[in-house]
T-cell receptor, first 114, second 112 residues
C-alpha cells in the first residue's frame, strides 16, 4: 500500500495570505489527523477527521480549519497567515483496527511565512 | 500543551552502546506509543504499550510502562548509526479519541 502523501512538500507564503495543504491517507484508513511541529512548541495536535466529520480539535485559532472528503482525503486551510504559522505540518492516518490508534505519518509540508 | 516530558533532551552515544530515554506524562492513559523522526521528516511508529502492560519488546527495542509513576522508558540495544533520530513518546487517552499528545522528544545521536 502507498503511504500517506502530503502535498506540497514545501510552501512559501507571505503574511496575510491563506494556504491549503493536502493529505491523502493510506488506502482504507478513515481517520486523518493533522499536527503542527515547531521548534518552540513541539508537536501540537490540530484536528482529527473521521468519515468527513471533525471528531477532535486542538487548541488553535479559528484561522486553522480542515475538511475531509468522502474518499478520506483531507485538506487543511490556514487563513490570514502569521509569521508564527511557519512550521512543519504533518498529516497522519489511522485504520483504527485492534483498538489501537497507531498513526501513520506523511513526510509533512514545510510552510514558511515571510 | 505537551502531555509528556522526555528526558534527556539530547543523547550522544557510541555505536554499539545501549540508549535509554524516558518519558513522563500527566494524566491517565489508554496506551503509550513511541515514534521516531528522522530530521525534518514524518514520524514512524515504533511500538505501542497498553496501560495494563508493563513491558514490551520489539527487535532491539524494549519499552517499559509504570502507570503509578506515569512514566515510560525506551531502550534501544546495540545502537547503530541509522538509529540517529528524534524519539517521541505519545499518549492516547482512550480508543476512539484519535488525538495523540506528544512529548518533547529526545534527540539521539549515534557516533560511529
Amino acid at each position: 500500500k502507498a503511504g500517506v502523501t502530503q502535498t506540497p512538500r514545501y510552501l512559501i507564503k507571505t503574511r496575510g495570505q491563506q494556504v491549503t495543504l493536502s493529505c491523502s491517507p493510506i488506502s482504507g484508513h478513515r481517520s486523518v489527523s493533522w499536527y503542527q511541529q515547531t521548534p518552540g512548541q513541539g508537536l501540537q495536535f490540530l484536528f482529527e477527521y473521521f468519515s468527513e466529520t471533525q471528531r477532535n480539535k486542538g487548541n488553535f485559532p479559528g484561522r486553522f480549519s480542515g475538511r475531509q472528503f468522502s474518499n478520506s482525503r483531507s485538506e487543511m486551510n490556514v487563513s490570514t497567515l502569521e509569521l508564527g504559522d511557519s512550521a512543519l505540518y504533518l498529516c497522519a492516518s489511522s485504520d483504527l483496527t485492534g483498538a489501537k490508534n497507531i498513526q501513520y505519518f506523511g513526510a509533512g509540508t514545510r510552510l514558511s511565512v515571510l | 500543551s505537551q502531555q509528556g516530558e522526555e528526558d534527556p533532551q539530547a543523547l550522544s552515544i557510541q555505536e554499539g552502546e545501549n540508549a535509554t530515554m524516558n518519558c513522563s506524562y500527566k494524566t491517565s492513559i489508554n496506551n503509550l506509543q513511541w515514534y521516531r523522526q528522522n530530521s525534518g521528516r514524518g514520524l514512524v511508529h515504533l511500538i505501542l504499550i497498553r496501560s495494563n502492560e508493563r513491558e514490551k519488546h520489539s527487535g532491539r527495542l524494549r519499552v517499559t510502562l509504570d502507570t503509578s509513576k506515569k512514566s515510560s522508558s525506551l531502550l534501544i540495544t546495540a545502537s547503530r548509526a541509522a538509529d540517529t533520530a528524534s524519539y517521541f513518546c505519545a499518549t492516547a487517552f482512550n480508543f476512539g479519541n484519535e488525538k495523540l499528545t506528544f512529548g518533547t522528544g529526545t534527540r539521539l545521536t549515534i557516533i560511529p
